[in-house]
């Protein structure tokens, strides 16, 4: 395949893609790019396939955090360690590890704000190697994943023939 | 009473409407049409370029501008094409800034044509070269181009149509509808013809930046002796995404350039300043915007060829634009039959091929201009008419 790069980069955009469609679009074969995208799959490029959801315009009701956490990593367990005790946990949506001002970005989906202030209370802040957290509540996403969250989809051309 | 049949000019009664608007009203009432019709960018104009109009109103920037377009904006012209085509033109007398590039068409054929004059336009193509040409006097002379050609104009449909009376040919290239593109050494057999003549040409090189290939687009000005008698139209509606600032260009010799220009300078006055300003932004800092905008049209591209082949419809891959020429003649049915049915029958408006030119009979134009979920519904649309209608056979 002359560019498996920008493969990723279509079924990043629309997972829904077929292989023939993207096929297409590559100037490549249906069956190598279905080859090509098994491989990732079985290497673990591509992880996984998703939906991207608008939960405000369901009645599902639910608040997410972003949260800074800084933490000293003790002797024999450094930042991955750590850092996995907190992906470990179910309510856990991201964790990334970060340059600046604080170590990890956690982000955290619960159902109710007090769901989600008894997590950092009573599961992260009292962890042996968390200094300190700051908790912040995303009040409402514009963006998402390169996605907008109110396109404005309807077509503003008005001419048809040029 | 008063008979407005007796008033009008001769001229523009023998103009005939566009005849896609019919078309169009139709579909305008159909709430659940989907359009593969539209000739324009879907994108918006980049940001940073919208920026720089809003700003020039907050300064305040809301006069006329000299009747050649901003000085500032014509030197970003002159070194953008210094640094696409190493053409050199005089900023201050070589480059006219116009109401988009159709204006910059109307006034060229106006500056040049005497009545009688003959005008040769390749078809199918944009819908305006034939009505100007009217418009002004002249006689415009149609070349057919052929599917088996690409679209392209050869060198002996041009030579058999050149008489003593042809004074300009029109060069649209890359084409609307077809997407067609010349290469240099298509456009030299071209220049070898005109060489020896005294015929101007007007290149309209508006979709310059939409080239799909793997050379860039060859302005015909670069040619070894056509620069001295040809006027490049070109213009920011498709490379940035400007349909709406109503911004091109039109640039060519001196000695013609000085009186195109008076015929701006009394009829316009001056291109709307906000946009001139936004143009300069967009020749500064576009060059990555266009880049990312012909990626998305390019996978596109290649998605709806893809789709079209395998509905059955054969179509030769255009290599410019972003339009499609697809042949329908496979089904029986003529281009305005099929753009008909297929409207009322799975409600998508693609355009007919006649409408841009007798050749263009038996094909129809289908814009790519549009996002991969719109696209592919009037694909998955467009493929279920075309099995109705096989089942009819």
């Not at chain 1, 409402?140 to 023939?161: C, G, I, L, Q, T």
């Not at chain 2, 509808?177 to 005294?198: F, S």
């Not at chain 2, 972003?322 to 029958?345: N, Q």
């Given at each position: 395949?002359?560019?498996?790069?920008?493969?990723?980069?279509?079924?990043?955009?629309?997972?829904?893609?077929?292989?023939?469609?993207?096929?297409?679009?590559?100037?490549?074969?249906?069956?190598?790019?279905?080859?090509?995208?098994?491989?990732?799959?079985?290497?673990?490029?591509?992880?996984?396939?998703?939906?991207?959801?608008d939960?405000?315009?369901?009645?599902?009701?639910?608040?997410?955090?972003?949260?800074?956490?800084?933490?000293?990593?003790?002797?024999?367990?450094?930042?991955?360690?750590?850092?996995?005790?907190?992906?470990?946990?179910?309510?856990?949506?991201?964790?990334?590890?970060?340059?600046?001002?604080?170590?990890?970005?956690?982000?955290?989906?619960?159902?109710?704000?007090?769901?989600?202030?008894?997590?950092?209370?009573?599961?992260?802040?009292?962890?042996?190697?968390?200094l300190?957290?700051?908790?912040?509540?995303?009040?409402?996403?514009?963006?998402?994943?390169?996605?907008?969250?109110?396109?404005?989809?309807?077509?503003?051309?008005?001419?048809?023939?040029? | 009473?008063?008979?407005?049949?007796?008033?009008?000019?001769?001229?523009?009664?023998?103009?005939?409407?566009?005849?896609?608007?019919?078309?169009?009203?139709?579909?305008?009432?159909?709430?659940?049409?989907?359009?593969?019709?539209?000739?324009?960018?879907?994108?918006?104009?980049?940001?940073?370029?919208?920026?720089?109009?809003?700003?020039?109103?907050?300064?305040?920037?809301?006069?006329?501008?000299?009747?050649?377009?901003?000085?500032?904006?014509?030197?970003?012209?002159?070194?953008?094409?210094?640094?696409?085509?190493?053409?050199?033109?005089?900023?201050?007398?070589?480059?006219?800034?116009?109401?988009?590039?159709?204006?910059a068409?109307?006034?060229?054929?106006?500056?040049?044509?005497?009545?009688?004059?003959?005008?040769?336009?390749?078809?199918?193509?944009?819908?305006?070269?034939?009505?100007?040409?009217?418009?002004?006097?002249?006689?415009?002379?149609?070349?057919?181009?052929r599917?088996?050609?690409?679209?392209?104009?050869?060198?002996?449909?041009?030579?058999?149509?050149?008489?003593?009376?042809?004074?300009?040919?029109?060069?649209?290239?890359?084409?609307?509808?077809?997407?067609?593109?010349?290469?240099?050494?298509?456009?030299?057999?071209?220049?070898?013809?005109?060489?020896?003549?005294?015929?101007?040409?007007?290149?309209?090189e508006i979709?310059n930046?939409?080239?799909?290939?793997p050379?860039?687009?060859?302005?015909?000005?670069?040619?070894?002796?056509?620069?001295?008698?040809?006027?490049?139209?070109?213009?920011?509606?498709?490379?940035?995404?400007?349909?709406?600032?109503?911004?091109?260009?039109?640039?060519?010799?001196?000695?013609?350039?000085?009186?195109?220009?008076?015929?701006?300078?009394?009829?316009?006055?001056?291109?709307?300043?906000?946009?001139?300003?936004?143009?300069?932004?967009?020749i500064?800092?576009?060059?990555?915007?266009?880049?990312?905008?012909?990626?998305?049209?390019?996978?596109?591209r290649?998605?709806?060829?893809?789709?079209?082949?395998s509905?059955?419809?054969?179509?030769?891959?255009?290599?410019?634009?972003?339009?499609?020429?697809p042949?329908?003649?496979?089904?029986?049915?003529?281009?305005?039959e099929?753009?008909?049915?297929?409207?009322?029958?799975?409600?998508?408006?693609?355009?007919?091929?006649?409408?841009?030119?007798?050749?263009?009979?038996?094909?129809?134009?289908?814009?790519?201009?549009?996002?991969?979920?719109?696209?592919?519904?009037?694909?998955?649309?467009?493929?279920?008419?075309?099995?109705?209608?096989?089942?009819?056979?």
């Amino acid at each position: 395949m002359k560019n498996p790069e920008k493969l990723l980069d279509l079924l990043a955009q629309d997972a829904r893609l077929t292989p023939a469609q993207l096929a297409a679009m590559l100037g490549e074969s249906e069956e190598d790019v279905a080859a090509a995208i098994k491989a990732y799959e079985k290497n673990s490029t591509i992880l996984g396939y998703k939906t991207v959801v608008d939960w405000d315009k369901t009645s599902k009701e639910s608040v997410t955090a972003l949260i800074e956490v800084k933490i000293t990593p003790q002797k024999g367990m450094g930042f991955d360690e750590i850092a996995r005790q907190i992906y470990s946990h179910h309510q856990v949506e991201s964790v990334y590890l970060m340059s600046g001002g604080f170590d990890l970005t956690v982000i955290i989906k619960g159902r109710t704000m007090r769901e989600v202030a008894r997590f950092v209370s009573e599961q992260l802040a009292p962890m042996e190697n968390v200094l300190s957290t700051g908790t912040h509540f995303i009040l409402k996403k514009y963006k998402d994943n390169s996605v907008e969250f109110d396109p404005a989809d309807s077509d503003k051309r008005e001419v048809m023939a040029w | 009473m008063v008979n407005y049949e007796q008033i009008l000019s001769a001229r523009v009664k023998e103009v005939q409407p566009s005849g896609i608007r019919r078309f169009f009203e139709l579909a305008a009432k159909m709430p659940h049409a989907i359009s593969l019709g539209v000739g324009e960018p879907d994108f918006e104009t980049p940001w940073q370029i919208r920026r720089a109009g809003i700003q020039s109103l907050e300064k305040g920037q809301t006069f006329y501008t000299s009747n050649w377009g901003l000085a500032e904006l014509r030197n970003q012209i002159a070194a953008l094409v210094r640094r696409k085509y190493r053409l050199c033109y005089d900023a201050d007398k070589e480059i006219l800034v116009t109401v988009g590039g159709s204006e910059a068409i109307d006034n060229t054929i106006r500056a040049i044509v005497n009545v009688g004059d003959e005008v040769l336009i390749p078809e199918p193509s944009f819908v305006c070269y034939k009505p100007l040409t009217q418009m002004a006097g002249g006689v415009p002379v149609p070349l057919p181009t052929r599917a088996e050609d690409q679209f392209k104009l050869t060198a002996d449909s041009l030579r058999a149509a050149i008489t003593p009376r042809t004074k300009l040919l029109i060069l649209p290239y890359p084409n609307n509808p077809t997407g067609a593109i010349m290469t240099r050494d298509e456009l030299q057999a071209i220049a070898t013809v005109i060489k020896d003549t005294n015929i101007i040409v007007l290149s309209d090189e508006i979709y310059n930046s939409l080239t799909y290939g793997p050379d860039r687009h060859v302005c015909f000005a670069e040619l070894d002796g056509m620069k001295e008698r040809t006027i490049v139209v070109d213009g920011f509606s498709k490379s940035y995404a400007m349909t709406g600032w109503r911004l091109g260009w039109a640039m060519g010799p001196k000695e013609l350039m000085r009186h195109i220009c008076k015929i701006h300078q009394f009829g316009i006055m001056s291109a709307p300043t906000t946009a001139q300003f936004a143009g300069i932004e967009a020749i500064r800092t576009g060059e990555d915007d266009i880049e990312r905008m012909r990626e998305q049209y390019d996978l596109r591209r290649r998605y709806l060829l893809g789709e079209l082949r395998s509905m059955g419809l054969e179509c030769f891959e255009p290599q410019g634009a972003f339009y499609m020429f697809p042949s329908i003649e496979s089904t029986g049915l003529s281009s305005d039959e099929f753009c008909e049915r297929l409207l009322h029958e799975q409600e998508v408006a693609v355009i007919p091929g006649s409408a841009f030119g007798e050749s263009g009979e038996g094909h129809v134009r289908i814009s790519y201009s549009y996002s991969m979920n719109h696209l592919r519904e009037a694909c998955r649309r467009m493929r279920k008419f075309l099995q109705t209608l096989q089942a009819e056979k």
